[in-house]
């Protein structure tokens, strides 16, 4: 059995006195990859925000093995090992696809070390590694800016991968990509959970069933329940709440032939 | 085979270098530009340093700062005092005190004009006192995340402030007259061609140091990190890059650039006022690096020389009319060049460009 790395007890999020979230428990072991699901405004979102440092909570607790997160900064956050791939992909448009991977390199974040080091071979290598892994090896030298929705999904996949943190938060990595790619993100996701810990937030139920992880269903703001996809998938709770709704807006979204993937 | 590669990348930073160490003073030698050109070009040259600072800042890092002229005076007062100390008693009034303090009655020198008598220390507060005001100012707002308009709307109020307080006789730095009257420096007389070729040669090689410097960070990581913030200042916290810190050292370091500058054209043009650090001056330094074209460190340079030289002839020719031709240089700029500059020449020369690779493959094409 690994060993927790993440808890979080009582965490309560307001805005203007709605309660978008109020957690009374979470854990997450070393290595574990926990897909979170919920309707929309269940406060998935928020609570990536919370242990990222964007938002900061009314109450609570949020600890990293012996480290408050609660107290720190986003980068003292980064610096403890959580990183973190938004919703909407926010990579660096006027850069390359090569310079936003540098810039999620750990070791040159400071003035003088960005501004004198120099990229050893290897650690180019790496890089050139990483986003052959995401599929942009060809488009090293692109501006990020001019890459499809997909692909800019990838690369922030892929910054993060530079970053090596131990605890991914992932929201929505699967968002306007094809079935395909949608796949390929679900085998790269469980491969990396292999060395870290992922918390992924999606909508696609094919995609949660491929991950095949433990589910957390979170409802507006409390957490509902936790189990595997097969046991949420039957419980009357989650059905009554979350599925069932999904199912009736799956239909709509069908009807109106929309795209992308993501639905609730 | 590095050397070609470097050639190759800096050709235009070594044009300006030809440009300004060659060919200006070969044409100085043989008489076709007078001293006088050679003098004026000079305090131009200052300009583009304070300019290369803006757009390190706006351009890159999308900072806009209304108070870098307030920089450039700092630098500009130090070497200023000193100067004015070096005088001695060949003032109008003939006392060891500078001309202004005999006739606002001070009697004997303020305690901070004394370390100004040494140059060496003079050029240690020409190069701190604005990286540090710089410091403390960007410190304060940068920690407290404040950014965007908000940023420029306090800064201006800053230049507002210390020109009002440099305005001040109470400042003991000659109030609306600022410092003038200068004689020498280390030793050579101002007044002397020979002095004013030289300051000119060492603006011109200072000026190409800081070009090449800024090159140099603008390319390594570092520049990256700077584009970066401008792009998406929230996600670059998210890498773990500390933003407030890039924010205040790059807005010292332009503020430093800033200082150079004025510590070098005080000498060149004989007087400082605190007319210099006024708000127009600082919004007039962000039309040169607009006009110039922002995120280019050729553009300011350009901008920087270019407006100051319309200037110039246009304040000769048509007087009254300079800040109408410089806002309607502004507008034109923001309308139909949003790049400045240099942008719509690169613009010009990658079209040129694609019309010749079109006719080359056509031709190559043909049977």
């Known amino acids: ?264 | 085979m590095k050397t070609p590669d470097f050639f190759r990348r800096e050709t235009s930073g070594l044009i300006l270098a030809f440009i300004l160490l060659l060919l200006v003073p070969v044409l100085n030698f043989t008489g076709i530009m007078s001293d006088l050109s050679i003098n004026l070009l000079g305090r131009y040259l200052c300009f583009a340093m304070v300019a290369i600072g803006i757009d390190l800042i706006w351009g890159y890092t999308g900072i806009l700062s209304l108070c870098q002229a307030l920089f450039f005076c700092l630098g500009g007062y130090c070497i200023g005092m000193h100067m004015l100390l070096k005088t001695g008693t060949q003032g109008t009034y003939g006392s060891a005190l500078p001309d202004f303090m005999v006739w606002t009655g001070v009697t004997s020198l303020p305690w901070f004009w004394r370390p100004f008598s040494s140059f060496g220390a003079m050029l240690f507060f020409g190069l701190v006192i604005p990286a540090l005001a710089a410091f403390i100012f960007g410190f304060f707002a940068f920690r407290s995340r404040i950014k965007g308009v908000y940023f420029s709307i306090i800064s201006q109020a800053l230049a507002l402030a210390a020109w009002l307080i440099f305005l001040r006789n109470e400042t003991r730095l000659g109030g609306t007259n600022g410092l003038t009257d200068f004689k020498t420096l280390l030793g050579f007389s101002l007044a002397d061609p020979g002095t004013k070729r030289g300051l000119y040669y060492l603006t011109a090689i200072v000026l190409m140091l800081v070009y090449f410097a800024c090159r140099f960070a603008i390319r390594s990581k570092f520049g990256k990190i700077l584009v970066a913030i401008r792009d998406s200042e929230t996600r670059v916290r998210f890498t773990g890059i500390s933003v407030a810190r890039y924010k205040i050292f790059i807005f010292s370091i332009a503020a430093l650039l800033a200082g150079i500058g004025g510590m070098l054209y005080v000498p060149q043009t004989g007087i400082i006022t605190p007319g210099r650090m006024d708000v127009r001056s600082s919004l007039e330094m962000v039309v040169w690096v607009a006009v110039g074209g922002r995120a280019t460190l050729m553009g300011p340079i350009i901008g920087a020389i270019g407006i100051s030289l319309l200037y110039s002839v246009l304040t000769g020719t048509l007087p009254g009319s300079w800040l109408y031709v410089l806002g309607g240089l502004f507008i034109v700029v923001v309308l139909f060049m949003p790049r400045g500059v240099t942008g719509a020449f690169e613009d010009a020369r990658t079209a040129l460009r694609k019309r010749f690779a079109g006719f080359r493959s056509d031709k190559g094409e043909a049977p």
Request: hydrophobic share 40%; glycine share 10%; charged share 30%.
């Open chain 1, 1 to 264: 059995m690994n060993e927790r790395l993440l808890y979080v007890e009582n965490l309560s999020v307001s805005f203007d006195g709605f309660k978008a979230l109020d957690i009374s428990y979470f854990g997450l072991n070393e290595k574990e990859l926990r897909v979170v699901i919920g309707p929309n405004g269940a406060g998935k979102t928020t609570f990536m925000d919370v242990l990222c440092g964007k938002t900061k909570p009314d109450t609570g607790k949020a600890m990293l093995r012996e480290k408050d997160l609660l107290q720190l900064d986003e980068k003292g956050i980064v610096d403890l090992g959580v990183g973190r791939k938004f919703q909407t992909p926010s990579v660096f448009g006027s850069l390359t696809v090569f310079e936003n991977l540098l810039l999620a390199r750990k070791a040159d974040r400071g003035i003088f070390r960005s501004l004198f080091g120099t990229l050893s071979s290897s650690d180019r290598d790496k890089l050139v590694a990483i986003s052959e892994i995401v599929g942009l090896k060809n488009e090293l030298e692109r501006s990020a800016g001019l890459l499809s929705h997909g692909q800019k999904q990838w690369l922030e996949i892929g910054m993060l991968l530079v970053m090596e943190p131990e605890l991914m938060l992932i929201d929505e990595p699967a968002a306007g990509m094809t079935d395909e790619e949608t796949h390929k993100t679900g085998e790269l996701l469980k491969s990396l959970s292999k060395e870290r810990s992922v918390i992924v937030i999606e909508h696609d139920m094919e995609f949660v069933r491929q991950l095949d992880s433990l589910v957390t269903v979170l409802c507006e703001g409390k957490l509902l329940t936790e189990g595997t996809m097969e046991k949420v998938q039957n419980d009357p709770a989650v059905i009554e709440q979350y599925l069932g709704r999904a199912r009736e807006k799956k239909k709509e979204e069908k009807a109106i032939n929309a795209k992308g993937g993501s639905l609730g």
